[in-house]
C-alpha cells in the first residue's frame, strides 16, 4: 500500500517562494500519475500540475511559469517549487496518486497526503 507523506509549505510574503516535498512509501505502480492539488479556504480542490511515470508532466495555467513539478527518482519524492507566490496562492497543498496515466480530476486519485498548509501575505 502507498502512502504519501508531505513536508514543506510556510509562509512568505507577495512574490516569495516556498517548496514542497512529498515522500512516498510503499510498492508504487510501474505505471502511475503523481499531482499536487490544493484547496483554498471555501473553494474545491483543484488541481496544479501531475507527472506520469514516463515524465510526462501538465500545469494548469495558473501554475504555468510559476510552479515546477519534479519527481525525485533517487529519493522517490515528489517536489513542487512555487515561486512568484500571490496571495490567491494561499491554501491547502496535497500530493496524490493514481495507480494509471490521468490528469487533474481529483476522482481519479486513490492515494493523498495529509496536506500542507500555504499562507502568502500581501
Known amino acids: 500500500q502507498v502512502q504519501l507523506s508531505e513536508s514543506g509549505g510556510g509562509s512568505v510574503q507577495d512574490g516569495g517562494s516556498l517548496r514542497h516535498s512529498c515522500a512516498v512509501s510503499?510498492?508504487?505502480?510501474?505505471?502511475?500519475?503523481m499531482a499536487w492539488f490544493r484547496e483554498a479556504p471555501g473553494k474545491e480542490r483543484e488541481g496544479i500540475a501531475f507527472?506520469?511515470?514516463?515524465?510526462?508532466?501538465r500545469y494548469e495555467d495558473f501554475a504555468k511559469g510559476r510552479f515546477t513539478i519534479s519527481r525525485g527518482s533517487a529519493t522517490n519524492t515528489l517536489d513542487l517549487a512555487m515561486n512568484s507566490l500571490k496571495p490567491e496562492d494561499t491554501g491547502t497543498y496535497y500530493c496524490?496518486?493514481?495507480?494509471?496515466?490521468?490528469?487533474?480530476?481529483?476522482?481519479?486519485?486513490?492515494?493523498w497526503g495529509q496536506g500542507t498548509q500555504v499562507t502568502v501575505s500581501s
Open positions: 496524490a496518486m493514481a495507480p494509471q496515466w490521468v490528469r487533474l480530476r481529483p476522482a481519479d486519485y486513490n492515494t
Open positions: 510503499g510498492h508504487t505502480p510501474e505505471i502511475n500519475t
Open positions: 507527472i506520469h511515470s514516463d515524465g510526462n508532466t
